[in-house]
């Protein structure tokens, strides 16, 4: 898929449903869609663009690499979601690094015509607002991890996270396809032999289960409580 003509952006994009001054046809005007293949870099930390970039399919990771070349990742981004916002809005350099995790589709907007949306429809405006709050609540909540939780409970509470909103209101989750324990250092700042080690502690526990490419948790509120401090035996 790499043209316009196959897509309508604004029904690919769940933030730009319900803007009525701007139709389907207008909007796929403004963007340009291009195909990337997975591990390409789409975005480097300190890049002076400002382009909104929309994921009409695929997935993304949002990272970036201290000079020492230690990983560090932030989130995934992936269908109907957008990325790049920030620089659009402020101006600045990018904040982080953006790339391919799978084959993706995606159209970029420039930061003018991005902004002309925002100030068209007061609706659009304050969904997007609702959007950056919830990327700054995940950020304050990872800081706050960092600093008052250990590495066993980081890793608790990232697992908690890459579980489905709606199993995670039940007993059991499983995450499929489950990023590698390697992936998993990065999102928790620790490395991969401290995540194999408390990921078979959980095994053995009776509260995890290891599959191919896959992480079942068996008991969800028993791994809730072990974030909360209550940990496990």
């Known amino acids: 898929m790499t043209s316009q003509d196959k897509v309508s952006i604004k029904h690919a994009i769940p933030l730009f449903e319900g803007i009525d001054k701007f139709d389907e046809f207008q909007i796929n005007r403004m963007c340009l869609v291009t195909g990337v293949t997975a591990g390409e870099t789409i975005l480097k930390r ?4 400002t382009d909104v970039f929309l994921i009409i399919d695929g ?3 949002v990272r970036d690499y201290s000079i020492d070349g230690k990983e560090v990742s932030y989130s ?15 101006g600045r350099p990018r904040s982080a690094s953006i790339e391919a995790k799978t084959d ?10 991005f902004r002309k949306l925002i100030a068209s429809d007061g609706a659009f405006g304050l969904r997007l607002a609702e959007h950056l709050v919830s990327k700054a609540r995940g950020l304050s909540q990872r800081v706050f991890e960092y600093g008052a939780l250990s590495v066993r409970q980081r890793l608790h509470a990232e697992i908690l996270r890459l579980c489905d909103t ?21 999102r928790i700042a620790t490395h991969r032999e401290a995540v194999t080690k408390e990921l078979n502690r959980l095994v ?7 599959e191919r490419r896959s992480i079942t948790i068996t008991d969800l509120p028993r791994l809730r409580r072990a974030v909360s401090g209550d940990d496990l035996a």
Not at 204 to 210: D, E, H, N, T, V
């Open 46 to 49: 300190n890049d002076e663009t």
């Open 59 to 61: 997935t993304v990771s």
């Open 76 to 90: 995934e981004i992936s269908t109907g979601g957008i990325f790049g916002e920030f620089a659009a809005i402020d």
């Open 104 to 113: 993706a589709t995606i159209a970029s907007m420039s930061a003018k015509d």
């Open 166 to 186: 709606e199993a995670a209101n039940g007993e059991v989750c499983t995450i499929s396809p489950a990023p590698s324990h390697y992936e998993l250092a990065t």
């Open 204 to 210: 053995s526990q009776g509260i995890a289960r290891l």
